[in-house]
């Protein structure tokens, strides 16, 4: 980044970049709602310690570079709520592991992002603190559930905004606001200090404008942690120098399924779709069409599985060690009152389905047909990658939609999960990149997905089609800056 | 598969949530609906499901023992805290 590099040569100070990026920031939640809380001291004494530490001549490879947190994962003396009232006043004892690596690399905190509650949504309208716009279009979701993170991204209050991924949380709202997103191969980011929704999928992950900055944060964010036992010990694959790699000889699978996905996919995605593949063939790449047949059972393995784990997770929200409490008469009741009145509809709904689906007498016919059929899935991907060596599909039907379009049917907005879901299942790393606009200049993403630990030729294709969509060339209409 | 109104107010008990009547209802059908659709997993062939469930089994750590002790902040974030516990309503009475 070169901001990086202005920092850490000395040409500008860290500091000076806070002031300007809390501006930013302030705009940005102004217009968008982007933000749920910022804290202007602790940003700049950051900024200083950054500073201090660049005059000494440390090397820090993201010294200076301000970023916002979603708020469902943990930063040091700073709330978080992950958008529900049960956590109101809830601050965190430390940083989230991928929190205290960007630090530690210099990178300077400056807010904590607005998010779907527990990261349960696809358009951010299921936030206890109100909903988020796109600054593309402010009549439009921005996508969720990392839609604040996405938000802050696009408006240019900050170059690089951390989420979380459970079911494609940083991949859609990427690809709904024109911005690289990317989760990793299951446990190459250490999942301590998030808020678990969903142990089993849930990764960090990030959100920038271009891919050699999407491949700077997985460099630093990616690694080894003895707090969470499912991150990954092996070697964190080299990511900076693949984004120039290209695709020439790489064999580019086009999902099969993406051409028949229930409700279609929407023209201009469509278009995109085509678009990408000449891309790539242009590029040197061989693209075939790939089938991974259970691609079609995602949504409804992931809304199973997904919610069991949630409703497991969320037991631990009951008023007695954080957050908001309510009904003082009975320990049942003060579980009953505070869980009641903390959580919102969507939440509530989840949380019942998981626990429908785990209740004796239905287990085995939802979550344990569920568990074998999600094993069937990471088989066939195998398969798949067998004959390519990654899958180009669409990262969501459709452009961002507008507020309230979906919020009366459920199913509707599970329904659209349908190409982010089937890595996340596998625990498969994918990267959603723009690829161009629709008519009416909503951004459009595509998403590719890899075998584990390809996150270096993920990132090398998302180059590729970054470069060929020009659409790094367009800001958003409502950028602050 | 309809969820009846009554199922839901089961679940919600397992789950220590108190729903309205209103909520139940909705709920009620928003579920039948939402698992409606998920009947599609049981139309799988049995034949292609045999094999490992566990793609992802989670590893395990070592069991070495750890400083765990809290900070400042458990207590602050308490909403009711006492000589170094959680307070809770009373659950041993007399009678």
């Known amino acids: 980044m070169a901001l990086a590099d202005a920092v850490g040569t000395g040409r500008v100070t860290a500091r000076a970049v806070a002031e ?40 820090l490879p993201l010294a200076g570079v301000p970023f916002a947190v979603k708020d469902n994962i943990n930063v ?42 527990f990261g349960m949504g696809s358009s951010n309208e299921n936030s206890a603190y109100g909903p988020v716009k796109n600054p593309w279009d402010p009549a439009r979701v921005p996508g969720g559930s990392s839609g604040g993170s996405a938000a802050a991204v696009a408006a240019r209050a900050v170059p690089l905004a951390v989420g979380t991924d459970t079911g494609g949380s940083v991949r859609q709202p990427a690809a709904f606001c024109g911005l690289v997103g990317w989760k990793p191969t299951y446990g ?35 690694g080894a942690d003895p707090r969470d036992s499912t991150a990954l010990a092996t070697p964190v694959p080299d990511v900076l120098a693949a984004p120039g790699r ?20 929407h023209e201009d995605v469509k278009a995109s779709f085509e678009k990408a593949a000449a891309a790539f063939r242009a590029a040197g790449a061989l693209v ?12 409804p393995v992931y809304y199973l599985t997904a919610t069991a784990e949630a409703s ?36 509530k709904r989840r949380i019942l389905l998981g626990t429908f689906a785990l209740s004796a007498g239905y287990h085995d016919a939802y979550y344990g047909r569920a568990q074998r059929v999600r094993a069937l899935l990471s088989r066939d991907f195998a398969a798949a990658f067998r004959g390519v060596d990654a899958i180009l599909c669409p990262t969501s039907p459709e452009p961002a939609f507008e507020l309230g379009a979906k919020t009366d049917d459920p199913l509707a907005m599970y329904l ?22 629709s ?28 470069d060929a969509s020009g659409a790094l060339a367009r800001r958003a209409p409502g950028a602050v800056s | 598969m309809r969820i009846a109104p009554a199922l839901v107010s089961k679940v919600a008990a397992l789950a220590a949530l108190e729903l309205s009547d209103a909520e139940r209802e909705a709920m009620a059908g928003q579920l039948t609906r939402i698992v409606d659709h998920f009947e599609a997993l049981r139309e799988l062939p049995e034949s292609l499901l045999e094999g490992d469930v566990a793609a992802h089994p989670t590893p395990l750590r070592e069991d070495v023992a750890r400083d765990g002790s809290p900070g400042p902040l458990i207590e602050a974030n308490a909403p009711a805290f006492a000589h170094g516990h959680f307070v809770v309503p009373r659950v041993v009475t007399r009678d």
């Open chain 1, 20 to 59: 300007e990026s809390l501006v930013r920031t302030g705009k940005a939640q102004e217009a968008f709602g982007a933000f749920l809380s910022m804290n202007a001291a602790l940003t700049l004494g950051e900024a200083e310690e950054v500073d201090r530490r660049v005059n000494a001549g440390e090397q």
């Open chain 1, 76 to 117: 040091a003396g700073r709330p978080s709520t992950a958008g529900s009232k049960i956590l109101a006043g809830f601050v965190a004892p430390d940083h989230a592991t991928c929190v205290a690596r960007l630090v530690q690399a210099g990178a300077v905190v400056v807010g904590k992002t607005n998010c779907d509650e």
């Open chain 1, 188 to 222: 190459r980011v250490s999942r301590y200090g998030l808020i678990a929704f969903a142990s089993s999928f849930d990764q960090a992950g990030a959100l920038t404008r271009s891919v050699d900055e999407a491949a700077r944060a997985f460099a630093v964010m990616a």
């Open chain 1, 246 to 265: 290209g695709a020439r000889g790489v064999r580019i699978g086009l999902l099969a399924e993406a051409s028949s996905a229930e409700g279609g996919l």
């Open chain 1, 288 to 299: 075939t069409t790939v089938s991974v047949p259970r691609v079609t059972l995602a949504v």
């Open chain 1, 312 to 347: 497991s997770n969320l037991a631990r929200f009951d008023g007695v060690r954080y957050g908001a409490r309510r009904g003082e008469a009975s320990l049942a009741g003060l579980y009953r009152e505070t869980r009641s009145a903390g959580f919102g509809p969507e939440v």
């Open chain 1, 416 to 437: 659209a999960d349908v190409f982010t879901v089937p890595p996340s299942l596998a625990g498969l790393p994918a990267v959603s990149v723009p690829s161009g606009f």
């Open chain 1, 439 to 466: 008519r009416d200049w909503l951004p459009i993403g595509m998403q590719l997905i890899g075998p584990g630990d390809s996150e270096p030729l993920l990132f090398a294709l998302a180059r590729v089609l970054e």
